[in-house]
């Protein structure tokens, strides 16, 4: 889209700490290499892609992932049990299939609300859980 969507210092720092305390527990924990398919994303691409004006990857404090093999809800899950966090959410989930949608997790540096949705794509409910096809 030729924008520039470099990150500075602070996103720089929020990004850093995604990395220690979301992705990697959760690399190290499943043992399956992967990448983010969402991380870092500047104000002017967050809007021009329809994401959220509050979002928090536009301060680097959120990825966007789903790891091969590994069903989102067992991720989801885990990660609610396991580790801190800002905001999970299971994003476009559905039980007949495990490797639908991904997984939204967010982390502050204090402060985490540990707050956990469902989104289907309409509407945000609490908690994480899978919905019928």
């Not at 983010?36 to 809007?47: A, T, V």
């Not at 992932?65 to 999970?88: P, T």
Request: charged share 20%; glycine share 10%.
């Amino acid at each position: 889209m030729g924008i520039d969507n470099s990150p500075n210092d602070t996103e720089i720092e929020s990004l850093r700490v995604v990395c220690e305390n979301i992705l990697e527990p959760v690399r190290a924990n499943f043992k399956v290499p992967f990448s983010p398919s969402s991380g870092f994303r500047c104000k002017e691409l967050n809007e021009a892609i329809g994401g959220s004006p509050t979002s928090q990857h536009s301060l680097g404090q959120a990825a966007d992932f789903e790891i091969f093999g590994v069903s989102n809800l067992e991720i989801a899950l885990w990660i609610k049990y396991n580790l801190d966090f800002d905001q999970l959410i299971l994003e476009y989930y559905y039980n007949d299939d495990p490797s639908s949608g991904w997984v939204h997790a967010s982390i502050l540096t204090h402060g985490n609300r540990k707050e956990c949705f469902t989104f289907d794509g309409k509407i945000y409910w609490g908690g994480i859980e899978g919905k019928g096809s």
